[in-house]
């Protein structure tokens, strides 16, 4: 027993990282008034291009700068159907997810990349690896330039009130592009990690649903970075416990334990709803276009 608690802890924060960056991501991006339904394509695109990046010879950070970059690049498509194009959020975002996944598969294929392992990125202390300790840190510079800096305090201000932003001055589609694409570099980073340092293999299931469930936890934590790590780490425990037990040989059915992390996610999704509003709560523009001519 002592050997499946201690190797259960040990998996808990590589599974909990990919759901934390993700969410970090999205926060972002949201609170600027962006509603992005486009987690799982962008982890894809990050994922693949770890992936490709190691398959290249490149060394894990390095590709995992080019998951950064490649979901940064998707996330440019992103803003211009959002922000310039003003194409409904949720049709652009739902569209983007088809697309990666198409893009994604051709890709692989071509390039022959799947099912080929990779050496993927290596642990520095205590079983964990560097971006595991980045986490905390990224967190806290997320709060940094929500809260304490001028583009945070502008991007939250567009997310809020995007017609009085505009009248002060600022420049909402240029926020929303920022936060758009900054978001997108974090969600491709949570993807490539998947690849680099989780499963070390592309397959085109490897993302398996984990930005859907990204989105819920993001609703689940009103919008604030620390309580979205929280929401990771119990995910975290959901799914570094499924093989666990499966290793175990315990007469639990495959299927059933692979429907746990959704049956949390409708749980948390059912807390959120019955929850009391906060300052964090969801940003009063989500999901609303700004036109400047129709500004009140």
């Given amino acids: 027993m002592s050997d499946f608690l201690l190797n259960w802890l040990i998996n808990i924060p590589g599974f909990a990282a990919p759901f934390a960056l993700a969410a970090l991501g999205l926060i972002i991006t949201e609170r600027a008034g962006v509603l992005n339904l486009g987690a799982e394509g962008f982890m894809l695109v990050g994922a693949l291009a770890g992936v490709g990046a190691m398959l290249n010879g490149s060394a894990p950070l390095l590709a995992l700068g080019g998951s950064v970059v490649a979901g940064m690049l998707l996330g440019l498509l992103f803003a211009v159907m959002v922000a310039s194009l003003r194409i409904n959020h949720v049709i652009s975002g739902l569209a983007l997810v088809f697309f990666a996944q198409a893009l994604v598969s051709f890709i692989a294929s071509a390039e022959r990349w799947n099912n080929k392992a990779i050496a993927g990125l290596e642990p520095v202390f205590l079983g964990q690896d560097v971006v ?60 490539g990690y ?100 129709e500004r009140d």
């Avoid at 595991?132 to 304490?148: D, Q, R």
């Avoid at 909402?172 to 974090?186: P, Y």
């Fill in 132 to 191: 595991i300790f980045a986490v905390p840190l990224l967190t806290l510079a997320v709060l940094w330039l929500l809260n304490k800096t001028r583009f945070g305090l502008s991007l939250r201000a567009v997310g809020e009130n995007p017609g009085a932003a505009d009248a002060a001055g600022i420049d909402v589609t240029a926020m929303r592009f920022a936060a758009i694409v900054i978001g997108a570099g974090l969600i491709g980073l949570a993807g």
């Fill in 194 to 293: 998947l690849t680099v340092a989780v499963a070390r293999i592309w397959v085109d299931t490897v993302v398996g649903g984990r930005g859907w469930i990204a989105i819920a936890l993001v609703i689940f934590a009103r919008w604030h970075p620390w309580r979205a790590v929280l929401g990771a780490v119990l995910f975290g425990c959901i799914e570094a416990l499924i093989p666990r037990i499966a290793a175990t040989g315990a007469d639990v059915p495959r299927y059933f334990l692979q429907m746990t992390p959704y049956l949390a996610t409708l749980g948390v999704m059912i807390w959120a709803a019955l929850r009391g509003s906060d300052r964090w709560a969801q940003p009063a523009a989500l999901g609303q276009h700004h036109i400047r001519e």
